[in-house]
């Protein structure tokens, strides 16, 4: 009900006759959704397929403290791979760094979550996995236990302090929370089926929706800015 609530706002676009939308929910798990869509601008849908790849925020590692490092792996490759680690996602909690009340580079509790790792090799080599990664959050944290980060050989040690923000897809690949997201075409025209596949940071449900919400923000703001600029000539 949440999804079709959004999309109809999208009506608001005249040009189009949404108000006779017509979709249905073929599949729903939490890493998988499958819509199909009658007769509504192929559009619409591909926006909401692009949107959910590069507009929905999502955690990932941003910046990372080495305190720490005699493995083999430089500190820049360690920084990387922690980039890539997906992160379950609160996007009621956080706000995007350049959208939060503290307006510092730093971030505050309400945009920036720090994850701490200390381990050691003792006595035999030791593959170091996410589920060593301390979180500060109880939500924000790994998708798995089971995302290996490092291999350490005896007596080598690592320890850090990295801390997760949100981002977008479109300023780098860490932040997409989809990683499948398709428009394919029915055997009848006007049937659209989109596939949203998660990456585990958010459910596909969340990132449909929130691309619904982004997708009805920009056309609000596309009629706004048509409504002034008509404002404009009618008072030439
Ligand atoms: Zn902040």
Redesign the pocket.
């Known amino acids: 009900m949440h999804l079709i609530h959004y999309i109809l706002i999208c009506k608001r676009l005249k040009s189009f006759d949404l108000i006779s939308i017509d979709l249905k929910v073929i599949e729903k798990q939490d890493e998988k959704i499958t819509i199909k869509f009658n007769n509504v601008p192929r559009q619409y849908i591909n926006a909401l397929r692009r949107l959910s790849i590069s507009e929905v925020p999502t955690f990932a590692i941003d910046d990372v403290v080495i305190l720490e490092n005699s493995s083999v792996m430089h500190d820049e490759a360690v920084a990387h791979r922690l980039g890539l680690i997906p992160l379950r996602t609160d996007l009621k909690k956080f706000?995007l760094?350049n959208e939060?009340?503290?307006n510092?580079t730093l971030?505050?509790?309400?945009?920036?979550v720090l994850l701490q790792l200390d381990a050691e090799a003792t006595d035999k080599t030791k593959t170091i996995t996410t589920a060593e990664l301390i979180s500060e959050d109880d939500f924000v944290k790994p998708v798995s236990q089971d995302i290996p980060i490092i291999t350490l050989a005896p007596s080598q040690k690592i320890k850090f302090e990295a801390y997760a923000r949100l981002g977008l897809g479109k300023d780098h690949a860490k932040w997409q929370p989809a990683t499948i997201s398709v428009v394919k075409y029915g055997e009848n025209e006007n049937e659209i089926y989109l596939t949203i596949e998660s990456n585990g940071a958010l459910t596909a449900e969340e990132i449909i929706i929130a691309a619904a919400e982004k997708l009805n923000a920009s056309i609000k703001n596309f009629g706004e800015t048509i409504s002034s600029v008509n404002r404009t000539l009618t008072n030439v």
């Open positions: 706000s760094p939060c009340n503290c510092s971030g505050c509790t309400n945009c920036r």
